[in-house]
């Protein structure tokens, strides 16, 4: 990186400008808006049509304000496609022939000067590609690519890029022989200096050191599936979100319309990415854990749930689809006996066979149960009527016994309105129900592994982390329940999506990937993992087993990521070491830099001393670092307790996230998180504890970008020593 660039004077002046042309834009926004608030009055279709400008006003604004995040981060110059066929447009030295050259500077959005003449080219534009893809055998017509080393307005460097004969894409900074792929890299000073920034609580974006393999995923197609393979440090969750805000930049009708919806693992993680996309300027995305689209009832937190560990496999298991079908099925009954009920001078009788012919009726006719309730009413008072030998008609029948409880009775035996938490709740507390409802699908063993005791009250219940997906199946099977008048409510029906990006999607059993599927509007995902890294209750040997339970509309895709961009070599070694012992034969990325120092591995007689001192000794050496203690779920209370008497204010991840420069993490909630340091404490208890206990020890021991630690008591699990 050339901090005293002979272009250093002009390049700031540009950035000057950029900021100048963006102020004058902001302004512009404002005044528009005044004067839209300025005519209150009007139509209704004035009165609309101001609300929908102020809208997007409002949005314009928001895109605009930047924060502390850079605007400009590079250039390209590039050959002009109207030059004279005869101009092969190579140089033979350093120098750049500016005739024949357009420049353009690439920055986060899109800024035009006064005169409606582009200054800085939004990252998403076409003309943009070539900065991020452009190689030494494929220039794309480039001359140079610049990068710029930022501090919000402030250039602190360049870095430059030749192409043509000679150049193969190389500057004066670029061919350094580090570990991985170094000299493949684009702007890769930039890159490291990116890099090795101390990590706050928060995910950045990396937007202006995306590289190629990285930018191919970013731009690819929208339609169907798309499976981005990433080991640990390749980018592969700031690689999907930069894809979300490209994929709304360039089809933004109709995607705006219809939505994008990112899934994340845990609340955690969430929070640790929320800033990326409202940085790239689209902040409308909605950014959810799979029990947040379940809405009405309380969920218990993974510590809290009361699933062992066989009920978690069955309850995210395909087969439990056709279990819900069943217990929905069973809960439309015909009655056993005729029913007589008192009008008028006499009697009305619903007869035992009327009701069979109802229930089968109403099951052709309705593809969800609730929707067939208002229609089995009317046949029910329809053959109550029927059996009366006088003029009446069924709703005078219906408005005298409607209140009768016996009435109330038979007809919620034979078609009962139920919401998702009811048929759940009343299956799991039954034996028979469950027996009934897993015939011919689930054995003896595994259906009374479902079984829980029944709880007084339906509200009573709080949910499994496992639960969440029945639920929503259940919810599809169902559907809303009537409202006044027996009318279907609209705005409870499952809302979909046209575009879904699923982060640590190798973690999803069936069941929670056919949810996701559920809110797809027309098949296009895009969805992130590393199955090295699986460790939920049904984790996958290979994509297949996922993409088995995605949309199938348009052959789906997988793309790998092969560089490792964020941990240093001597971690990844050892991680590796982990990675091969839990998953034979997958392949790890490849570093692209050195660490400072090697992984430090201390053995202490007393824990808890042991985390501490550890603690101390990275304070001293990184004093502004952020810095986790991973460690398995039971031990993390006493960790705090411990912390808190020596003295260190620290946070709890499962409260709040990353805030601290200290933190306490479970193991459970760690994966997708990237601190400075690391401390792992006890290995072999987190291989224990955990059902994929190397995998989540492999995860645990891949979070930091400068220093790893382990602190344990008892023997290092085989592939650590």
């Keep these: 990186m050339t901090q005293h660039h002979p272009d ?11 900021y100048e042309c963006l102020e004058q834009s902001k302004q512009a926004a404002w005044q528009l808006r005044d004067l839209n608030e300025a005519d209150l009055g009007g139509t209704f279709q004035a009165r609309f049509e101001r609300n929908a400008f102020d809208e997007a006003l409002l949005k314009r604004l928001t895109d605009l304000d930047l924060g502390n995040a850079a605007l400009v981060f590079g250039r390209i110059d590039r050959h002009r496609t109207d030059r004279d066929d005869t101009d092969d447009g190579s140089d033979t030295d350093d120098r750049v022939d500016t005739d024949d050259i357009e420049s353009f500077h690439i920055g986060r959005l899109a800024v035009a000067d006064s005169n409606a003449e582009p200054v800085v080219i939004d990252w998403r534009a076409p003309v943009a590609e070539p900065f991020y893809r452009a190689t030494g055998r494929e220039p794309m017509g480039l001359a140079r690519r610049r990068h710029f080393a930022v501090e919000g307005r402030k250039l602190l460097g360049i870095e430059d890029e030749l192409f043509g004969e000679g150049h193969l894409g190389l500057g004066h900074d670029e061919g ?16 490291i200096a990116a890099l090795e920034r101390g990590r706050t609580g928060t995910l950045g974006d990396i937007v202006a050191t995306i590289q190629g393999e990285q930018d191919e995923i970013i731009r690819s197609p929208q339609a169907g599936v798309l499976v981005v393979q990433g080991g640990p440090g390749t980018g592969k969750t700031v690689v999907a979100l930069h894809r979300a805000a490209y994929l709304l930049y360039t089809h933004r009708f109709p995607l705006e319309d219809q939505g994008v919806l990112v899934i994340g693992p845990n609340r955690v993680f969430l929070k640790y990415i929320e800033q990326v996309l409202p940085s790239l300027g689209e902040a409308g995305i909605d950014q959810v854990t799979l029990s947040d689209l379940v809405p009405g009832v309380r969920f218990a937190t993974r510590a809290e749930s009361t699933d062992t560990a066989l009920a978690q496999r069955i309850k995210g298991d395909s087969r439990m689809s056709d279990v819900i079908d069943h217990a929905v099925n069973d809960r439309e009954r015909p009655l056993r006996d005729d029913l007589v009920v008192p009008f008028g001078a006499g009697y009305v009788r619903l007869r035992a066979d009327d009701t069979i012919r109802i229930v089968k009726q109403a099951r052709r006719r309705f593809r969800r149960h609730n929707g067939a309730r208002r229609w089995v009413e009317g046949e029910f008072y329809q053959a109550l009527a029927d059996s009366w030998r006088g003029d009446v008609s069924p709703r005078q029948i219906r408005s005298e016994i409607r209140s009768l409880p016996e009435v109330r009775e038979a007809l919620d035996r034979m078609w009962p309105v139920l919401t998702p938490a009811q048929l759940l709740h009343d299956l799991f507390g039954s034996t028979a129900l469950l027996r009934l409802a897993a015939a011919d699908v689930l054995d003896e063993r595994e259906w009374r592994a479902l079984y829980r005791p029944r709880s007084p009250h339906v509200d009573d219940v709080r949910w499994t982390p496992a639960d969440v997906a029945l639920l929503d199946d259940a919810r599809e099977v169902l559907g809303p329940k009537p409202g006044k008048g027996g009318k279907i409510d609209e705005t409870d029906e499952i809302r979909t999506f046209g575009h879904i990006v699923i982060d640590e999607v190798q973690d999803l059993t069936p069941m929670q990937l056919k949810m996701a599927t559920r809110r797809s509007l027309n098949g296009s995902m895009t969805v992130v993992g590393d199955i090295a890294q699986a460790t939920g209750a049904l984790a996958p040997d290979d994509w297949e087993d996922v993409l088995a339970h995605l949309p199938d509309r348009k052959p789906p895709r997988v793309i790998g990521l092969s560089v490792g961009y964020r941990i240093p070599s001597q971690i990844m070694q050892l991680a590796n070491r982990v990675m091969e012992a839990a998953t034979p034969g997958l392949r790890a990325p490849e570093s692209v830099r050195l660490g400072d120092a090697e992984p430090r591995i201390e053995r202490v007689d007393e ?14 050496e990184l004093p502004t670092a952020s810095i986790a203690i991973v460690a398995p779920d039971d031990l993390c209370d006493d960790l705090s307790d411990a912390l808190a008497t020596a003295g260190h204010p620290h946070g709890r991840a499962a409260t709040a996230g990353l805030d601290e420069l200290l933190t306490v993490v479970p193991v459970s909630v760690v994966k997708g998180l990237e601190l400075d340091a690391v401390i792992v404490v006890e290995p072999a208890h987190i291989v224990r504890d955990q059902e994929h206990g190397l995998r989540a020890l492999y995860v645990a021991l891949t979070r930091p970008t400068q220093r790893l630690s382990i602190v344990h008591t008892d023997d290092l699990p085989t592939p650590l020593t």
Excluded: I, K, M, W
């Design 176 to 191: 350094l022989s580090e570990p991985g792929s170094g000299a493949n890299l684009r702007g890769y000073s930039t890159l």
């Design 8 to 18: 250093l004077h002009d390049e700031q002046a540009c950035v000057d400008h950029a």
């Design 607 to 620: 824990l808890h001393r042991g985390v501490v001192d550890e603690v101390e000794h990275l304070r001293a």
